[in-house]
């Protein structure tokens, strides 16, 4: 046990989990389990007001990858990486505007549901199963190792001897009422999740900014953080910069950056489906427009801890080289922010702080598993075991078991895996690659497929197929290519090959499951046009101060 941390963070830690968990527990048993249909388990009964979709979709989305990850790499190349938050505020009115009504007008569970309504059943399946992969290879992999790395540097020695039950006990937090309740126990519970990892990350930063301080104070902390790292605080890194090929400057903000946020925030089951659960199109346009505003405010509490860690890290103070250099002397990212709460955080705030750390983790762990187990159950074992198993037995299958059985088995899977990605670098750049591997692929035939008429299942298929070998080959290329760019490239490639296919195989003026649209389906209500005006204004201001 780190002896920084006291009996009385232990308490508030404590007290942190069992709220949550009962929180959790009362809300799904609100409605008895064999009284749950499909809906009500899977999108929480289409119930959410756009407040909790907003604060819910945050929750989901900031996690130990952003805690620990961004500001690791915060630390590796300075304030360039919140660009990804600052340009996620936009892509969620984008997708507000433009991609929520096509959703709600087909009446959709999942993201591959839709792709089965525009293309195929077996495309479907196919993205159903890459998704799975995704959620559980990756995502959920990398949040319980980020995660567990936190709490063994927190509370233990930070040698690594916490690492493996902190993997399992976070994934037992989340599993307790994330697998009986559903979405509806997911969503209500992020409400006190978000608000406590905000205040949490507020009060990492201004401690932190306090000990960077040459006299302790806050204004201070800021101008010595300009002045030893002032170089570090641009949104738009130079060519020459080491981490250009992370964040490759103004390119990113017209290629590569559009592809993972529109992928991420319009077409990834575990965001999308908390709008996919509002009472209405226009709550779920609103609670969009919520969290946008929200993400303004992440990069002030993920990635400038980073910076200040990396300020200490220069400057030699507080045993900051020592914490934050492996054993064979390469540079340890991602421990800078659990360094930081291990260190400067006084008692009782400390476990806090941890609290909100853990929300963070769980409650995305939370989201992922309940969107992973709605995609087997909806959209492979609905169509394809659901019926044999009424013919064989006589008996109606309990969908709702399925997904409370299948994400018990997703996360064991992936608390198995975890404890392997010791070795990674910066995790949320790993993150970010890997996933863009075949996410330009899937943009590229959701963009077509809302919009354009004439794509068609061949098309589509042949394009996804292809962007793998595609990616694969920008990415080993002799010459060293950004992997953002590699993806705006890949995107642009797969579009291009779906049009060429489409247009060889259309046998009509437009394919027959082209989706219809017209101007009307994409008016918005006042208070979203007040919303989105006000976001690309601060946007302006932010860009134009860190340039």
Same mark, same amino acid.
């Given at each position: 046990?780190?002896?920084?941390?006291?009996?009385?963070?232990?308490?508030?830690?404590?007290?942190?989990?069992?709220?949550?968990?009962?929180? &959790?527990?009362?809300?799904?048993?609100?409605?008895?389990?064999?009284?749950?249909?499909?809906?009500?388990?899977?999108?929480?009964?289409?119930?959410?007001?756009?407040?909790?979709?907003?604060?819910?979709?945050?929750?989901?989305?900031?996690?130990?990858?952003?805690?620990?990850?961004?500001?690791?790499?915060?630390?590796?190349?300075?304030?360039? /990486?919140?660009?990804?938050?600052?340009?996620?505020?936009?892509? #969620?009115?984008?997708?507000?505007?433009?991609?929520? %009504?096509?959703?709600?007008?087909? &009446?959709?569970?999942?993201?591959?549901?839709?792709?089965?309504?525009?293309?195929?059943?077996?495309?479907?399946?196919?993205?159903?199963?890459?998704?799975?992969?995704?959620?559980?290879?990756?995502?959920?992999?990398?949040?319980?190792?980020? &995660?567990?790395?936190?709490?063994?540097?927190?509370? $233990?020695?930070?040698?690594?001897?916490?690492?493996?039950?902190?993997?399992?006990?976070?994934?037992?937090?989340?599993?307790?009422?994330?697998?009986?309740?559903?979405?509806?126990?997911?969503?209500?519970?992020?409400?006190?999740?978000? /608000?406590?990892?905000? =205040?949490?990350?507020?009060?990492?930063?201004?401690?932190?900014?306090?000990? =960077?301080? %040459?006299?302790?104070?806050?204004?201070?902390?800021?101008?010595?953080?300009?002045?030893?790292?002032?170089?570090?605080?641009?949104?738009?890194?130079?060519?020459?910069? %080491?981490?250009?090929?992370?964040?490759?400057?103004?390119?990113?903000?017209?290629?590569?950056?559009?592809?993972?946020?529109?992928?991420?925030?319009?077409?990834?089951?575990?965001?999308?489906?908390?709008?996919?659960?509002?009472?209405?199109?226009?709550?779920?346009?609103?609670?969009?427009?919520?969290?946008?505003?929200?993400?303004?405010?992440?990069?002030?509490?993920?990635?400038?801890? $980073?910076?200040?860690?990396?300020?200490?890290?220069?400057?030699?103070?507080?045993?900051?080289?020592?914490?934050?250099?492996?054993?064979?002397?390469? #540079?340890?990212?991602?421990?800078?922010?659990?360094?930081?709460?291990?260190?400067?955080?006084?008692?009782?705030?400390?476990?806090?702080?941890?609290?909100?750390?853990?929300?963070?983790?769980?409650?995305?762990?939370?989201?992922?598993?309940?969107?992973?187990?709605?995609?087997?159950?909806?959209?492979?074992?609905?169509?394809?075991?659901?019926?044999?198993?009424?013919?064989?037995?006589?008996?109606?299958?309990?969908?709702?078991?399925?997904?409370?059985?299948?994400?018990?088995?997703?996360?064991?899977?992936?608390?198995?895996?975890?404890?392997?990605?010791?070795?990674?670098?910066?995790?949320?750049?790993?993150?970010?690659?890997?996933?863009?591997? =075949?996410?330009?692929?899937?943009?590229?035939?959701?963009?077509?497929?809302?919009?354009?008429?004439?794509?068609?299942?061949? &098309?589509?298929?042949?394009?996804? =197929?292809?962007?793998?070998?595609?990616?694969?080959?920008?990415?080993?290329?002799?010459?060293?290519?950004?992997?953002?760019?590699?993806?705006?490239?890949?995107?642009?490639?797969?579009?291009?090959?779906?049009?060429?296919?489409?247009?060889?195989?259309?046998?009509?003026?437009?394919?027959?499951?082209?989706?219809?649209?017209?101007?009307?389906?994409?008016?918005?209500?006042?208070?979203?046009?007040?919303?989105?005006?006000?976001?690309?204004?601060?946007?302006?201001?932010?860009?134009?101060?860190?340039?």
């Amino acid at each position: 046990m780190n002896p920084a941390f006291h009996t009385i963070d232990i308490i508030i830690f404590a007290a942190y989990l069992l709220l949550i968990v009962g929180l &959790g527990i009362w809300i799904s048993h609100r409605k008895k389990n064999r009284d749950k249909t499909a809906e009500d388990y899977f999108l929480a009964g289409k119930s959410l007001p756009w407040w909790t979709i907003g604060a819910s979709l945050i929750a989901a989305n900031i996690s130990a990858e952003q805690f620990i990850g961004m500001s690791g790499s915060g630390f590796a190349g300075g304030f360039a /990486v919140a660009s990804y938050e600052f340009m996620a505020a936009l892509t #969620l009115i984008i997708v507000a505007k433009y991609f929520m %009504p096509v959703f709600v007008k087909q &009446g959709i569970y999942t993201i591959p549901q839709f792709v089965e309504q525009r293309y195929s059943r077996n495309l479907k399946t196919i993205l159903a199963v890459f998704w799975l992969g995704l959620f559980i290879f990756v995502n959920l992999t990398s949040v319980l190792f980020l &995660g567990a790395k936190a709490i063994d540097t927190i509370i $233990g020695t930070g040698d690594g001897s916490l690492i493996l039950p902190a993997i399992f006990g976070l994934g037992l937090i989340a599993a307790l009422y994330s697998i009986t309740g559903g979405l509806s126990s997911v969503a209500w519970t992020d409400i006190l999740q978000v /608000v406590l990892l905000v =205040v949490g990350g507020l009060i990492t930063t201004v401690v932190a900014l306090h000990y =960077v301080s %040459p006299d302790g104070t806050i204004g201070s902390g800021i101008r010595h953080l300009s002045d030893a790292a002032g170089d570090r605080l641009h949104l738009i890194l130079p060519k020459d910069n %080491p981490e250009y090929h992370n964040m490759p400057g103004i390119v990113m903000l017209i290629g590569g950056l559009w592809v993972a946020n529109l992928y991420y925030w319009g077409f990834n089951q575990y965001i999308i489906q908390r709008a996919f659960a509002a009472k209405s199109l226009q709550e779920a346009q609103k609670g969009l427009a919520f969290a946008a505003f929200l993400k303004l405010i992440i990069p002030f509490i993920v990635v400038i801890p $980073g910076i200040i860690a990396y300020v200490m890290y220069t400057e030699g103070s507080f045993g900051a080289v020592e914490a934050l250099t492996k054993a064979g002397g390469a #540079l340890n990212n991602d421990n800078a922010y659990p360094w930081l709460i291990s260190t400067f955080i006084p008692t009782g705030l400390k476990g806090l702080v941890l609290a909100a750390l853990a929300a963070a983790i769980v409650s995305s762990l939370a989201s992922m598993l309940n969107s992973a187990s709605t995609i087997f159950t909806m959209d492979i074992f609905k169509p394809y075991f659901a019926p044999k198993v009424k013919e064989k037995t006589g008996k109606e299958v309990r969908l709702v078991s399925v997904g409370q059985i299948s994400a018990g088995v997703f996360l064991i899977i992936a608390c198995l895996i975890a404890p392997m990605l010791g070795s990674v670098g910066q995790m949320f750049q790993y993150i970010q690659e890997y996933t863009g591997l =075949v996410s330009p692929g899937i943009l590229a035939l959701f963009l077509l497929g809302l919009f354009w008429k004439k794509t068609t299942n061949k &098309g589509a298929i042949a394009g996804v =197929v292809l962007s793998i070998p595609i990616a694969l080959a920008l990415k080993f290329m002799p010459i060293e290519m950004p992997f953002l760019d590699q993806m705006f490239y890949t995107c642009l490639l797969t579009m291009a090959i779906i049009v060429m296919v489409s247009l060889s195989t259309c046998e009509g003026e437009d394919d027959v499951r082209g989706i219809p649209l017209v101007a009307s389906m994409f008016k918005t209500q006042r208070d979203f046009h007040i919303a989105a005006y006000v976001i690309c204004l601060l946007l302006v201001v932010i860009y134009a101060v860190f340039w």
